[in-house]
């Protein structure tokens, strides 16, 4: 079985709900993946935006979800971490979520990555996408992608 990740707030390749947006409520969306990979000791969540004006920008950290787990519920941010997830740092500066907010004009586009670990990360509360992303090397099993869009 391969290793997927969907959203019951949106398709893949469709356009993100306003209210997972900061247009709106900013409710992180609902996730649910299969088929992790045999040894899956833990999942690390990477959102970002590859069409920001000044580069990727990174609107969600989680790891070290338990491999137990096989969605986050839609505003799911507080449940992940209660059974275990850690909050990393987004380029908002906050701990946790904060949804699509480009500015006008072209709709981005924005990546949900889900790895399998075959270890958890052990990283700090609040460690960015690159210190996740370095913690990971050698340890990801296997990556789901899932890619909403939002303009304005």
């Not at 040894?39 to 004006?53: E, H, K, N, R």
């Not at 006008?104 to 670990?117: I, Q, T, V």
Request: hydrophobic share 35%; proline share 9%; glycine share 12%.
């Amino acid at each position: 079985m391969a290793f997927t990740l969907a959203s019951s707030s949106f398709q893949n390749g469709e356009n993100i709900p306003r209210v997972s947006t900061c247009d709106s409520d900013d409710r992180s969306p609902g996730l649910v993946w299969h088929g992790a990979p045999a040894g899956t000791q833990s999942f690390a969540l990477i959102v970002d935006d590859p069409d920001a004006p000044s580069g990727t920008f990174v609107h969600w950290v989680l790891f070290d979800i338990p491999a137990s787990l096989s969605s986050i519920p839609e505003s799911g941010l507080a449940e992940a971490t209660v059974l275990g997830g850690t909050l990393g740092r987004n380029d908002f500066g906050k701990l946790g979520y904060n949804g699509p907010c480009p500015p006008p004009g072209k709709p981005h586009r924005y990546f949900f990555k889900l790895y399998a670990l075959d270890a958890p990360l052990k990283q700090s509360r609040g460690a960015t996408k690159a210190a996740v992303e370095a913690a990971m090397k050698g340890h990801i099993l296997g990556q789901a992608t899932l890619m909403g869009k939002y303009g304005r």
